[in-house]
């Protein structure tokens, strides 16, 4: 039999003759509208994770104001402020505090050290001594004044144990001391007086890239800040932003501003108000 093949023999029985337009326009909505929907979904779990992160940053920032340089600043007294300007507050910072057991010489005593504590990150270039002499409540300041070790060890120890002192520290506590003589002109302290070996101690907020952040003396101690600042309150109950030269009637240290995250396009702000009562130092109104 002649004849040309029938056009349905060129499809095998059984084999799909492709999709429609219209069912290929409904698979690209549905595959879009799941794929949106996936992106959003992403998109909400990368902000909340971003808000998150932003939280716990601006915790730390608050943190690092309320706990160390709070307790850092509150251990001062408003004699031991050297400067207190908006941005920036330094303090006589204690490396080192003794009692003196006893004179030996016009400008040698035996001291006993009660406490002390590490000067990591205190600038070497400004130590001082500040000794406050039974009975008096005050000190006396010697910025600079760097007293001279000559000895520790048994013979400074005996001395102190017989002046009272506990006798079971370690040698290094028990210490004979030179030097006074450069900024007192009493020379070496009676027995009774207490001691103070201090640094300089800065607490600042440093301008950035359209923030700040607080630094200990060099090192940076929390960021971002932004309108961060200091105010001092004195002992007549006026705030003031710069005591100049009432330093010594700071009572309260105040800190106001606020903090944020830098996960997020547009970071949420904390407020920052904290304030700072000074050792010995009563809170104003």
């Given amino acids: 039999m002649s004849g040309r093949a029938s056009p349905k023999g060129l499809f095998r029985s059984g084999y799909p003759a492709g999709f429609s337009l219209p069912e290929i326009i409904i698979a690209v909505t549905v595959a879009t509208v ?5 992106i959003s979904l992403i998109r909400g779990q990368s902000a ?3 808000r998150q992160e932003d939280a716990v940053t601006a915790q730390q920032n608050i943190r690092a104001v309320y706990d160390l340089m709070g307790a850092e600043v509150r251990s001062a007294s408003g004699a031991d402020i050297l400067v207190a300007v908006p941005d920036s507050i330094a303090v006589r910072s204690d490396v080192s505090r003794a009692i003196v057991c006893d004179s030996t010489g016009p400008d040698e005593a035996i001291v006993f050290v009660y ?12 130590r001082g001594v500040a000794l406050s002499p039974p ?4 000190w006396a300041y010697a910025d600079g004044v760097v007293l001279v070790l000559l000895e520790t060890g048994s013979g400074p120890r005996a001395i ?3 002046a009272g002192a506990p006798g079971a520290a370690a040698d290094a506590r028990y210490r004979r001391l030179a030097g006074f003589s450069a900024a007192f002109p009493a020379g070496a302290p009676p027995r009774g007086t ?4 201090y640094g300089r101690l800065t607490f600042s907020f440093v301008a950035g890239a359209g923030h700040a952040s ?3 003396n060099s090192q940076e101690l929390a960021t971002p800040f932004a309108g961060a600042a200091f105010s001092y309150a004195l002992s007549d109950g006026s705030v003031v932003t710069a005591p100049a030269g009432r330093l010594s009637d700071v009572v309260e ?3 106001v501003g606020a903090t944020f995250g830098t996960a997020t396009i547009t970071p949420h702000a904390w407020h920052l108000s904290h304030r700072i009562t000074l050792r010995n130092g009563l809170r104003s109104p």
């Fill in 194 to 197: 207490l001691l103070r070996v």
């Fill in 135 to 138: 009975p008096d409540s005050t």
């Fill in 48 to 50: 909340y994770y971003g």
């Fill in 253 to 255: 240290v105040r800190v």
């Fill in 160 to 162: 102190c144990i017989a």
């Fill in 34 to 38: 799941i794929l949106g929907a996936l």
């Fill in 214 to 216: 607080l630094r200990r």
């Fill in 115 to 126: 406490d002390s504590v590490s000067a990591a990150n205190l600038p070497a270039g400004f």
